[in-house]
């Protein structure tokens, strides 16, 4: 089945201990993207990548790192996780950039202490 | 600035009717168009997209409307099913170079039975 997975799917952790959230997909997809979805904000654009080894800041990359060694994985890295991080975050592929519908996972809900 | 809102919070309909949950976005460069229905505790799901040089895309029991002279864009969902129940949002590329898809606040349908 072609999809993305996103693991956890919850987390809830202590300020400052970093944490890997881990998005993969199967449909040989070049573009993914990590999003928060935070009420009365909806979801904003964290990082991009367009392909392995190319990556880009999106709307909010403070305190986020991400890394695209390989296609289908797109792994989201918080170093020093702070309570205005707690959200839901989502991962999402598409095959190209711009004109294809994209792919979310089912999320990750993180809650910092 | 960029933006897509949608034009109610929430819409309740009856099963059976039919369901139309509108949007205005503002970025007149936007060339492709997306509606996601988001579910409780899951990721957005593609319903639609359209591209600008069209004006009604039709798919299963849903049709996009894209009106470029007043920027608005709609969603109609016919004879209007339990399941349909979630909030659903548009969104435009708010950048080709980017990839990054802006998103609007929601638009929660209640489908009474």
């Known amino acids: 089945e072609a999809q993305v997975t996103q693991n956890p799917r919850y987390l809830i952790t202590v300020t400052g201990k970093k944490l890997t959230v881990t998005c993969s997909q199967n449909m040989n997809h070049e573009y993914m993207s990590w999003y928060r979805q935070d009420p009365g904000l909806g979801l904003r654009q964290i990082y991009y990548s367009m392909n392995v080894e190319v990556t880009d800041k999106g709307d909010v990359p403070e305190g986020y790192k991400v890394s695209r060694k390989e296609k289908r994985n797109f792994p989201l890295i918080l170093e020093s996780p702070s309570p205005n991080q707690t959200s839901l975050y989502f991962c999402?592929?598409?095959?190209?950039?711009?004109?294809?519908?994209?792919?979310f996972g089912s999320g990750t809900r993180l809650t910092v202490v | 600035g960029e933006s897509v809102g949608l034009h109610l919070p929430t819409l309740s309909v009856q099963e059976g009717d039919n369901s139309i949950i509108n949007c205005a976005y503002s970025?007149?460069?936007?060339?492709?168009f997306i509606w996601y229905k988001q579910e409780s505790g899951k990721g957005p799901q593609f319903i639609i997209d359209?591209?600008?040089?069209?004006d009604k895309r039709q798919g299963q029991r849903v049709t996009v409307l894209l009106n470029k002279t007043v920027k608005h864009l709609s969603l109609q969902i016919a004879a209007t099913q339990p399941g349909d129940s979630a909030v659903y949002f548009c969104a435009e590329n708010g950048s080709s170079n980017t990839g990054k898809l802006i998103f609007g606040q929601g638009t929660t349908l209640q489908v009474k039975p």
């Open positions: 359209i591209r600008s040089n069209m």
């Open positions: 999402a592929s598409s095959l190209t950039i711009g004109l294809n519908g994209y792919t």
């Open positions: 970025n007149s460069a936007s060339d492709y």
